[in-house]
Nanobody, 122 residues
Framework: QVQLVESGGGLVQAGGSLRLSCAAS????????MGWFRQAPGKERELVAR????????YYADSVKGRFTISRDNAKNTAYLQMNSLKPEDTGVYFC???????????????WGHGTQVTVSS
């Protein structure tokens, strides 16, 4: 069982950048597919980006493609989400999650961080 802790959220002006980090608790990190999700109040948690075990394959939601970059450093047991050209609609709580397989639905991810708030002002 892995514990995940997000950091790096905050308040940023539209057009700005943030980098989120997700630190995993143990060295089984490389066995997990890592995903970043976001959720606004009253809405479903949605997949923003996903990266496979080695980092060689990535997936992005259409809404963030070209602006966000997911990466991982297995030696540091850490995943990242670099967010550039942020828009107000990117506002939400961002969650790091881990899965054993390539999935896009939140229900298929078994391990979650507690989330970090990202607020993008106009």
């Amino acid at each position: 069982q892995v514990q995940l802790v997000e950091s790096g959220g905050g308040l940023v002006q539209a057009g700005g950048s943030l980098r989120l980090s997700c630190a995993a608790s143990d060295d089984t990190f490389s066995t997990y597919v890592m995903g970043w999700f976001r959720q606004a109040p009253g809405k479903e948690r949605e997949l923003v980006a996903r990266i496979n075990w080695s980092g060689g394959s990535t997936y992005y939601a259409d809404s963030v493609k070209g602006r966000f970059t997911i990466s991982r450093d297995n030696a540091k047991n850490t995943a990242y989400l670099q967010m550039n050209s942020l828009k107000p609609e990117d506002t939400g709580v961002y969650f790091c999650a881990a899965s054993y397989a390539l999935r896009i639905h939140a229900r298929d991810y078994g391990y979650w961080g507690h989330g970090t708030q990202v607020t993008v002002s106009s």
